[in-house]
């Protein structure tokens, strides 16, 4: 009998190579351009404010007072300053409407305070985000200075409403309409330190424990609750200690609300170089470290 003869079996396909051009690839997470970069971040527009205005809308929400809290606060840090440093230390004396003064210093400083704050931690605190998802991350703290800033828009009105409230009870004028750039240049410069401190802090953490620190440091020497003109006589020492931004805000919003004063020059023309300086900086140095946003340490 004969035997079956098996199968032949199929020849093994070719393999077969060809050329591919990879000069147009990009490689996953690299980082671009700078100006790319900023095109991309237009580009993400949508996703910032969205982001923004949906955390204003939900946050303080475990709360009972819920958002009130954004001025209840500050209206908390200015009785706590009355007590002490108006009623006890009198550092009021010679100020004229101290209550006014003091609740423009601490409403305003909160809001740098909360900017600065939350922007420098919004890539540690996002870092999932970052992982999953393929975006320019300096778009992160970009929402957080925007949610600030319309978080801050009813935090301005009732400051502006306790300064009609309380006595002497100031007059509204045109000039008030000062504190509307002022606000902005103070938004654009926290978030350029955000940037900075966001990129610092997303490698080295320890960062954040000293950030309160220097934000009491800051807020002592910014004049929230006393004035530089009392306690200063080197005049020398005065103007280097008037260059502080934060303080050359409240400076012109105090003239503006307070005392119906057209804020000097000056003050406007250094406070443009520190925002603008800060925010470029900003910028470029985040920047520097896109792809290790995220990462494992």
Do not use: C
């Not at 990009?26 to 949508?46: K, N, S, T």
């Not at 424990?209 to 934000?215: G, N, P, T, V």
């Amino acid at each position: 009998m004969a035997k079956a003869v098996p199968p032949a079996l199929p020849e093994p396909a070719q393999i077969r190579s060809f050329p591919v051009d990879t000069r147009g690839l990009i490689r996953v997470g690299a980082r671009p351009g700078f100006l790319d970069y900023l095109v991309q971040l237009w580009d993400h527009r949508e996703f910032i404010f969205y982001d923004a205005k949906a955390r204003v809308q939900s946050g303080n929400r475990r709360d009972r007072l819920g958002s009130a809290w954004l001025i209840l606060n500050p209206v908390f840090n200015g009785l706590t300053f009355y007590l002490i440093f108006g009623l006890l230390l009198q550092t009021g004396r010679g100020i004229a409407n101290f209550i006014g003064y003091l609740i423009i210093g601490v409403f305003i400083f909160q809001l740098s305070s909360r900017a600065i704050t939350n922007g420098a931690r919004s890539i540690q605190s996002n870092r999932a985000v970052i992982q999953a998802f393929n975006f320019p991350r300096a778009a992160l703290p970009i929402a957080v200075n925007i949610r600030e800033l319309l978080a801050g828009v009813p935090v301005i009105l009732a400051m502006l409403v306790l300064i009609l409230l309380f006595p002497p009870g100031e007059e509204i004028t045109g000039l008030w309409l000062f504190v509307v750039p002022a606000l902005l240049l103070q938004m654009v410069f926290n978030l350029g330190v955000g940037l900075v401190l966001a990129r610092v802090i997303s490698t080295i953490n320890d960062v954040t424990h000293l950030l309160s620190f220097a934000l009491r440091v800051w807020m002592y020497s910014s004049a929230v609750f006393f004035s530089f003109d009392n306690l200063i006589v080197n005049e020398t020492v005065l103007a280097i200690v008037k260059l502080n931004p934060l303080y050359l805000v409240l400076d012109i919003m105090r003239d503006s609300v307070l005392y119906a004063m057209v804020p000097e020059w000056q003050s406007w023309a250094v406070l443009t170089v520190w925002a603008l300086g800060a925010v470029i900086l900003g910028f470029i140095f985040f920047w520097k470290a896109e792809e290790s946003y995220g990462r494992e340490q």
